[in-house]
């Protein structure tokens, strides 16, 4: 078994993972298939081969439940689809299965495009807007229009962008500390639970008004609400989704913009792209697939900046990766960004490239455990097609009108916190 260097008695290497922790865990990939570094005095084996990640995620999937990260956000948020194991999980996934079907995503469409413009027809030329922030907030009123039509109000859809933050933010270090750590009033404690008090309440009150109006809207929520859940149970696939939904696709989005703003060039492919197919017509789903520079950009976006850093895995019986034998209840991670980011998958990979794509093996890439950015297996992201169709309505639909300019002498990073995000993203908006 190989173990990671700088280990601290008692600490393990809690320490090196605070300071840097992609740098660390990228660190990991040179030293093995399967690494193992400690948080305390609890092993973590980190896994590195793309062939024992399909193992763990797909071929032998049955030998592993929800690692860590997933046992915390289940305490607090319920067993929903993101946090249930098997068999709780597939019962879940067949509700909401239709509410994601292909079938639905012209009416997706149409909403993300009337949320967008409304979103970008408040800019005004020359004004520098908070990026990131903006479109959190947008992403939000996407998934509570598109999932949950019924009019949340906009005090309501402010409140969660509130809350949100602060509960994703909390899980991932809670996951990563001795549950002691949650009962000591830190600032960030009271925040998180502040921010769940209201959040519970917030889901609570628009379940109740669902129920009280017997309507159907014809979406998730309805669809919920006619099932055999109870409230809680409902409430429980409302916090999930808006858990694991909104914030990853605004931090692509953000992503997105911010490589589009560093590289004229491909800037000026994606305008060249959209006002050849749509002509200066609105974006439909039926476009979509028609968009292939603008699918690229998106695709090369996932890749590089995958928000979503770690996915912790915990065996739940014997199984041997590699060279090393795991007992039931040993954690496993995995980091999607650190795989997609290895030299010796993809050339020169902290180049955006959206004509990597071009390669004749990508669509192999996937099936290889080389690419990964929404799981893989039978916890693959129920919500990957409406990610990918909300970001290229985002992108196509602000390319028509707007270009977005990187403020000069403001510098991006890149921060790990529940997600891997830009620490503040300021754009200078200007006219096409």
């Not at 030329?125 to 922030?133: Q, Y």
């Not at 999930?240 to 992503?255: E, F, K, Q, Y």
């Not at 992201?381 to 985002?394: K, N, R, S």
Request: proline share 6%; glycine share 6%.
């Amino acid at each position: 078994m190989t173990v990671a260097a700088g280990r601290v008695p008692g600490l393990g290497h809690a320490l090196a993972l605070a300071r840097g922790p992609m740098r660390f865990i990228q660190g990991l990939r040179a030293q093995g298939d399967v690494v193992t570094f400690y948080l305390g005095t609890t092993p973590i084996h980190q896994i590195n081969s793309p062939e024992l990640i399909r193992r763990v995620l797909v071929t032998d999937a049955h030998r592993f439940g929800r690692g860590q990260i997933f046992a915390k956000a289940r305490q607090l948020f319920g067993d929903g689809l993101a946090t249930a194991d098997e068999p709780a999980h597939m019962r879940q996934r067949r509700i909401m299965q239709p509410a994601f079907h292909r079938d639905r995503m012209a009416a997706y469409v149409d909403i993300m495009r009337s949320e967008m413009r409304e979103f970008v027809d408040s800019w005004r030329p020359g004004h520098v807007v908070r990026l990131d922030r903006e479109i959190s907030q947008l992403t939000l009123a996407v998934t509570a229009k598109a999932l949950f039509r019924a009019d949340l109000g906009t005090a309501a859809v402010s409140e969660v962008c509130r809350s949100l933050g602060p509960i994703l933010n909390g899980v991932t270090k809670r996951a990563m500390v001795p549950d002691v750590y949650e009962r000591i009033p830190t600032p960030g404690n009271r925040r998180f639970d502040a921010g769940l008090r209201r959040l519970t309440t917030i889901v609570d009150e628009v379940i109740k008004a669902y129920r009280e109006s017997g309507t159907d809207h014809g979406d998730l929520l309805s669809m919920l609400v006619a099932s055999e859940m109870t409230d809680t149970e409902v409430r429980t696939q409302v916090m999930n989704i808006l858990m694991a939904g909104t914030d990853t696709t605004a931090i692509t989005l953000s992503w997105a913009f911010h490589e589009l703003a560093a590289d004229p060039a491909v800037r000026h492919k994606v305008f060249e792209e959209v006002d050849t197919v749509l002509g200066g017509r609105p974006v439909t789903a039926a476009d979509i697939p028609r968009l292939l520079y603008v699918e690229r950009v998106v695709a090369e976006t996932v890749r590089m900046h995958t928000p979503v850093w770690l996915l912790m895995r915990k065996a739940i019986s014997p199984v041997t990766l590699g060279d090393v034998t795991l007992a039931p209840g040993a954690q496993v991670m995995i980091s999607m960004p650190a795989l997609h980011r290895d030299p010796a998958l993809f050339t020169d990979p902290l180049r955006f490239d959206p004509d990597r794509w071009l390669d004749p093996r990508a669509s192999e890439w996937p099936k290889a455990g080389v690419l990964v950015p929404f799981g893989a297996g039978r916890h693959r992201c129920i919500g990957e097609a409406f990610a990918l169709a909300e970001m290229i309505t985002a992108l196509v639909t602000v390319c028509q009108n707007w270009e977005l300019l990187p403020v000069p002498g403001h510098r991006v990073r890149e921060v790990a916190r529940a997600f891997l995000r830009p620490n503040a993203l300021l754009m200078t908006v200007q006219r096409r």
